[in-house]
């Protein structure tokens, strides 16, 4: 069964930039039809942050979130979920934001699995997709810039920064990192690239899917073609063509050389002379001598913005610095080498050893029949039922995180063993984060200048305080 298809622009505001440690403070969203007209009012939806939450100061001096202000008007993640299914999470909603595939997907990821919500469903189950409108936007200035103003920032290099793009573009951005003010800006964008760009535009939508995108990018009919991610270096307009050379390291991608670079310097190293490349380290990334390696995994599922060879005219080739000639030679170079097989060994599969902390265990295996119907039964519960709720769970995640949820949510539903199994959790995770955290809280209280600065600063001081068990002290 097919449903009337629409979008739903999203942005979250959160405590960090982790999503296995942060939480969800902000969740924003606007509803609108194909031709990005709004549907219905936009949901503003403040979410609290529970306490053995230690914020990363720099974060709340962005949004001026506070923990306090959190608790005073939000909801609990359990409530903000049950908002979230019923309103947005309809049938055909094709979810994007700017930037939500890397950032606020994952967040929203961990928040349902912590909430015992399957972290998956909402977009793929219903004819529901997600999409992406950064490397929409990256794509369109590379590719086809003409009718949009593109901003630069102040040492003059090419930038996409929301609040920057909406400025050169006379859109209204009243309040940059605030989820809902950036929400309608995105949607202004996206108005402005559907109206100047019409075609791409609907070509990338129509690829957002993974199968539209491995018909294009595959390894049984290799070809090559434009690729704009950020990875890439901006003053190359995030984009360059590419070339499938290999299987990746989990299912659902693919190994993908940068035809911009000759692979004969490759050619003769070792697996594990490219391993060190490809797991360099930031310190060693900063080094004059250190040269990227030219290649990278694309993951068929996340909305990667490609395109056929053929779109790449001579006025993008001078954008992007490339020409089809350059193209062309690499590719039988490439072809000619033996790079591909040893960055097959390079990007070979490897284990990921499973987390001793369930709240990030999301990945450590899929959760089967029997105990989604338990999960159901939990997100239905009033708190009298979730007292008297025993569990007879088949994966042993489910038991601990259980007693995260109620504490989190429901606390007046923890037993007296339980009660101390949280407040147990609860001292060694704050135990844990408070080091970087008075570290930090330190370097932004120096550099705190205006009164609201200074405010917040305050604010996190006295949360800290507030949260923190008997015998451990905030710093700051």
């Known amino acids: 069964m097919s449903h009337q298809p629409s979008f739903f622009f999203y942005d979250l505001e959160t405590s960090g930039i982790n999503p296995r440690k942060q939480r969800i403070m902000q969740f924003a969203g606007q509803r609108t039809d194909l031709n990005l007209e709004p549907i219905g009012e936009p949901l503003n939806i403040m979410v609290a942050l529970s306490d053995e939450i230690l914020p990363e100061p720099y974060a709340i001096m962005v949004t001026g979130i506070t923990p306090q202000k959190s608790r005073e008007e939000g909801y609990t993640e359990a409530e903000f979920l049950r908002i979230f299914n019923e309103q947005v999470f309809l049938p055909g909603t094709i979810t994007l934001g700017f930037n939500t595939v890397r950032f606020d997907d994952e967040f929203m990821r961990f928040t349902l699995w912590r909430n015992f919500y399957d972290a998956y469903e909402w977009q793929w189950k219903d004819d529901?997709?997600?999409?992406?409108?950064?490397?929409?936007?990256?794509?369109?200035?590379?590719?086809?810039?003409?009718?949009?103003?593109?901003?630069v920032d102040r040492d003059g290099a090419p930038t996409n920064r929301l609040e920057l793009l909406t400025k050169a573009n006379r859109l209204l951005h009243n309040q940059a990192h605030d989820a809902l003010s950036d929400v309608l800006a995105t949607i202004d964008v996206a108005k402005l690239i559907k109206q100047k760009q019409p075609k791409l535009f609907e070509y990338l939508l129509n690829m957002r899917g993974k199968k539209a995108v491995e018909q294009l990018?595959?390894?049984?009919?290799?070809?090559?073609?434009?690729?704009?991610?950020?990875?890439?270096?901006?003053?190359?307009?995030?984009?360059?063509?590419?070339?499938?050379?290999?299987?990746?390291?989990?299912?659902g991608s693919v190994v993908v050389w940068d035809l911009r670079y000759d692979p004969g310097e490759w050619a003769n190293k070792t697996p594990e002379d490219l391993k060190k490349v490809r797991f360099a380290t930031?310190?060693?990334?900063?080094?004059?001598?250190?040269?990227?390696?030219?290649?990278?995994?694309?993951?068929y599922n996340r909305c990667p913005a490609v395109a056929p060879l053929g779109v790449l005219d001579e006025a993008a080739q001078q954008r992007i610095h490339l020409s089809v000639e350059t193209i062309q030679t690499n590719l039988q170079k490439l072809q000619a080498s033996g790079v591909a097989a040893t960055l097959e060994q390079v990007f070979a599969p490897y284990e990921i050893k499973p987390s001793d902390d369930v709240d990030v265990a999301?990945?450590?295996?899929?959760?089967?029949d029997h105990d989604k119907t338990q999960m159901s039964i939990i997100r239905a519960a009033t708190s009298d039922d979730l007292k008297a709720f025993k569990p007879d769970f088949n994966d042993k995640r489910l038991d601990e995180l259980l007693?995260?949820?109620?504490?989190?949510?429901?606390?007046?539903?923890?037993?007296?063993?339980?009660?101390?199994?949280?407040?147990?959790?609860?001292?060694?995770?704050?135990?844990?984060?408070?080091?970087?955290?008075?570290?930090?809280?330190?370097?932004?209280?120096?550099?705190a200048k205006s009164d609201e600065q200074q405010f917040l600063v305050q604010?996190?001081?006295?949360?800290?305080?507030?949260?923190?068990?008997?015998?451990?002290?905030?710093?700051?």
Request: hydrophobic share 35%; with cysteine; glycine share 8%.
């Open 282 to 299: 930031a310190e060693m990334r900063k080094s004059e001598d250190f040269k990227r390696l030219p290649a990278k995994e694309l993951i």
């Open 459 to 476: 604010e996190l001081q006295l949360w800290a305080e507030s949260i923190v068990p008997l015998g451990e002290e905030a710093s700051g």
């Open 362 to 368: 999301l990945y450590d295996g899929f959760i089967g």
């Open 128 to 151: 529901c997709s997600r999409w992406d409108l950064l490397d929409v936007v990256r794509m369109t200035r590379a590719l086809r810039p003409e009718g949009i103003e593109w901003p």
């Open 403 to 447: 007693m995260r949820y109620k504490g989190r949510n429901l606390p007046q539903t923890l037993s007296e063993e339980e009660r101390a199994e949280w407040e147990t959790y609860r001292g060694k995770r704050i135990a844990a984060d408070l080091p970087t955290f008075g570290k930090q809280l330190s370097q932004v209280a120096a550099q």
């Open 217 to 251: 990018v595959n390894l049984d009919d290799p070809q090559p073609f434009l690729y704009t991610s950020g990875r890439y270096p901006k003053e190359q307009g995030h984009t360059t063509a590419a070339y499938p050379i290999a299987k990746g390291s989990r299912p």
